[in-house]
């Protein structure tokens, strides 16, 4: 669905991502697991149209989209969840959704909008009586929530999240990667990028570890689990 | 008691210009981060249509205010294109230049369409008075205050009653986060250009009978208008609204109780006392309690 070919990023005379390649398949749950600095973020922006490649080729559902905008990015069903949120801070939570819903609201898909809000609050009940409230005041916690609310309501194929857990309680952390399960089960493929290895391995089927702007290891989850080098750089264990 | 009344009318009239031309650089600066700094040269054009439809053609006034609305999208769409999109990179301020540039163009043109000779657009609603007791107003300053009021009270509900108006606001606040919504942030850009624009030209359409139409009508207005923008926070329509009637309204009684020189030393005497006092304006939003 989702494939990268030998991509290169910089700023300016950095180079940051280096001959990065992998593979995000239908129905997929993908962690993007490394360390501060590794690239991630870039590499999501540059996949999401904000930051152009130097080289290399980004293909969504057979379509060549390197060279493409964001909003045409965001449009064909290829969304980002920022790292750190983003929200509108002085639009309310629902105007915030209906953001999200932009495209879909301009062709006259409110009632199936509105089906979705409701899915969406299914999903996190303690946004529910938010909605009118606005998105600054929001704890982290509820922001990441309507962030994610936000780009589900785009009704994406793919969905990638940079950092969803930062700054959360391991409680909310739990839930949160609850729903992102629920979402793949809806049909949603999910590119995840998170610095907790442990949760990230736990609901993803397949991981890439990235290193140095390029992918150092990759395997299914239970593959990753066992390696020593994922075991010590990543999970904090002694390996073997 | 009479003349008092009169003056604060008239410099009421003349605030709810300088708001109406003052939330046009407002628009922009929150979308894009850019001034048209030659507003003022773009309220003359509108000003020198209204002369063209409904004195020289004899058009009607709705048929002269829809045909200049459909010239002020045009021009907006092109002065844009050319004197802001080629040049809309973060870090270039050439725009500074090229808006203004367009506006003198504007004035030259103008002067060679129109000549240099004031001339005269009747009032829309004949030259009588409005009178109520010691009350005294022309029509055409009614108008202009009502204009203001309603034009006000539409973009406030565009910006937060429709859609386009939500993102207009998402576009403000970051055009990136925006445009991962897939929303195409370039051409509410144009857009917000072209209602700037537009809102120019409507200003000079319904002062033209006041000021008379020549090629430098609008020039000081729109310096004026630029001060209040600054003295209310480029970020605050509302405060705009209120600064700018409030200025004129002082303006008036300056003018009107001790000379009429003051008028033009005060706005900008005003607008620098506030840039050292309070630089994101008496009604804006200082960056650091920015979210
Ligand atoms: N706008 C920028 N200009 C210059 N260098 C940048 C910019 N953004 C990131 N970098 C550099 O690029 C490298 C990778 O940053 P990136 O944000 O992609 O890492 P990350 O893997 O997301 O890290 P983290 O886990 O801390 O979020 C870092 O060394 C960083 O300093
Ligand atoms: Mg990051």
Redesign the pocket.
Known sequence: MLRIEELCVG??S?D??RGLSFEVGQGEIIALL??????????L?TIAGLHRAASGRIVFDEADITEWGAARIAGCGLRLVP?GRQLFPDHTVMENLELGAYRRLRAGGKQAVRKDIGEFLDLFPAIGTLMGQKAGLLSGGEQQMVAIGRAFIGRPKLLML??PSLGLAPILVKSLFEALRKLRDGGMTLLL?E?MAQMALDICDRAYV?EA?SIRLSGNRNELLDHPHVLEAYLGKAAG | MEFFLHILISGIATGAIYSLIAVGYSITFSTMQILNFALGMWVMIGGMLTLTFNVMFGLDLAVTLLALIVVMILLGIVGERVSVHPFFRAGSDVWVMSTLAVGFLFINVAELIWGRNPEPVPPFFGDGIIAVGAFAIFPQQLLVIVSALVIFLALHLFYYRTLLGKAFRATAHSSEVTSLMGINTRLICVLSYVITSVLAGVAGFIIVPITFAEAQMGTVLGLKAFAIAIIAGLGAPRGILVCGIAYGALEGLASGYFYTGIRDILGFSLMILVLFLRPEGLFGTPSSERA
């Open positions: 700023y300016g950095l940051v991502i490394g360390s501060n600095g590794a690239g991630k973020t870039t590499a922006r790292e940079d950092e990028v610095q990235l702007g």
